[in-house]
């Protein structure tokens, strides 16, 4: 079935340094979805992406739509303790827009 | 601030006991969904509902079972809780429309089995 790729699967980094992550996918997709999960909660969601090589960002996080539509990717800028967690993308594949698929994470840790 | 409500949290339980994990959601949101996801690893979608008496298995097989006699609740059964059960299991929901902006995941419940 459709399943979408994230990588890395996991980050050390140091406090200040800068994260990039990418998720891709063998099906176009019309919508991007980058979550957050805190260690013992739910994830929620941090940005969402609706059109082809669009750019948003939300505070220290940017991500951006591929233009192929086959993939996505999510920086974040002068990481800090708190962005410490697992960041999935999802989105609902093109020939199945009714039901949102979720990556496997990339799990971040931060060293101060 | 969290509009949709999972309870309890935690959960330990003995072999063979019925288990009821709850959720509920004020959004109005006439899509729910169970997912379970092992500390740290993927989530897989058990079950799913597209409104009230709808509902659906996902696509990790699962023993539990799940009901929507109102639109804002969305609970799931385990008639028989086995070790093999122990997990997290995450609550969400999401607005109806072909393009949708997310789901709301509730906190979870993380449950063990002993």
């Known amino acids: 079935g459709q399943q979408l790729n994230q990588s890395p699967q996991s980050m050390f980094i140091q406090e200040g340094e800068d994260v990039s992550m990418n998720c891709t996918s063998s099906?176009?997709?019309?919508?991007w979805l980058w979550y957050k999960q805190d260690p013992g909660e739910g994830p929620v969601l941090l940005i969402a992406l609706y059109k082809a090589g669009e750019l948003t960002s939300n505070g220290r996080l940017t991500a951006q739509f591929g233009i192929t539509r086959k993939d996505s990717f999510l920086n974040i800028s002068a990481s800090i303790p708190s962005d410490v967690g697992i960041y999935f993308c999802a989105g609902p594949p093109k020939t199945s827009y009714d039901k949102v698929i979720f990556g496997p994470g990339t799990s971040l840790s931060v060293i101060p | 601030e969290a509009d949709i409500y999972q309870t309890p949290r935690y959960l330990v339980i003995g072999t063979g006991k019925k288990i009821t994990l709850e959720c509920s959601q004020t959004m109005g949101h006439d899509k729910m969904y169970w997912y379970q996801q092992d500390p740290g690893m993927e989530l897989h979608l058990i079950h799913y509902?597209?409104?009230?008496?709808?509902?659906e298995k996902g696509d990790l097989s699962s023993e539990s079972t799940v009901s929507r006699i109102r639109t804002e609740h969305f609970p799931l059964t385990l008639e028989s809780a086995r070790p093999s059960h122990t997990s997290q299991y995450l609550c969400?929901?999401?607005?109806?429309?072909?393009?949708?902006?997310?789901?709301?995941f509730g906190s979870g419940t993380r449950l063990t089995v002993v």
């Open positions: 509902s597209y409104g009230v008496n709808s509902t």
């Open positions: 099906s176009i997709f019309n919508t």
């Open positions: 969400a929901s999401s607005e109806k429309g072909s393009n949708p902006r997310g789901y709301t």
